[in-house]
Structures are given as structure tokens and as C-alpha cells.
């Protein structure tokens, strides 16, 4: 039974910071990798980033790099997002997933499995 816990989100000021984690159980979290996804108001689920069961290769959306930091820590099962330099656009709904294997996609369809989510809102 796969279950994935996020928090840290929040109220933040344009240029701010949060730190998002996520808490995963019910499988061998080394051996899958894992992405951060958001939902704003209106939109669809959008990709942010991800990260390898190893934690060696990550990748992002174009509008975040530079400013967020995926990272993982196997031993504790949990994968983080750094998010620095905040802005209004990236008010959403943050949510982590699974991957269906060692590598996460960049899309709904490369994972199985995904948390209820915490709340970032970025605002003056």
C-alpha cells in the first residue's frame, strides 16, 4: 500500500523560500524515482521535477531551474524540494509521485502513485 505524505508548504513573499517534503511508505523507495508536480487554481497537473531512485540525475522545468532543488534521502524515504526565488506563478497545489520505475517521467503517465498534496502560496 503505497501512501506519500507531503507538508512544508505555506505562505511565502515573492523572492522567498520553502522547503516541501515528502514522506513515502509501502515500497522500496531506493529503487524508484520520484517527481514533484503542482496544480494551480483552474489548470492542470504540471510537471516541476524529478529525480532518480539513486538520486544522482535530476531534471526540471525550464521556469524552475535555478530556483528549485530536488533531492532525496533514501534512508529516511523522503524526497525534498528546495524552492528559492518564489514567485506568484508558482502558487499551486505541490504534490509528489511515484515513478513506475528507477527514472520519473515527465508526465501524469510515467507515475502510479501520488500524495494529496500541500499548499504553496506566494503573495505580497
Known amino acids: 500500500q503505497v501512501q506519500l505524505v507531503e507538508s512544508g508548504g505555506g505562505l511565502a513573499q515573492p523572492g522567498g523560500s520553502l522547503r516541501l517534503s515528502c514522506k513515502a511508505s509501502?515500497?522500496?523507495?531506493?529503487?524508484?524515482?520520484m517527481s514533484w508536480a503542482r496544480q494551480a487554481p483552474g489548470k492542470g497537473l504540471e510537471w516541476v521535477s524529478s529525480i532518480a531512485s539513486d538520486g544522482r540525475d535530476t531534471y526540471y522545468k525550464e521556469s524552475v531551474k535555478g530556483r528549485f532543488t530536488i533531492s532525496r534521502d533514501n534512508a529516511k524515504n523522503t524526497v525534498y524540494l528546495q524552492m528559492n526565488s518564489l514567485k506568484p506563478e508558482d502558487t499551486a497545489l505541490y504534490t509528489c509521485?511515484?515513478?513506475?520505475?528507477?527514472?520519473?517521467?515527465?508526465?501524469?503517465?510515467?507515475?502510479?502513485?501520488w500524495g494529496q498534496g500541500t499548499q504553496v502560496t506566494v503573495s505580497s
Open positions: 509501502g515500497f522500496i523507495f531506493s529503487t524508484y524515482g
Open positions: 509521485a511515484k515513478g513506475r520505475g528507477a527514472q520519473a517521467g515527465r508526465v501524469t503517465d510515467d507515475h502510479d502513485n
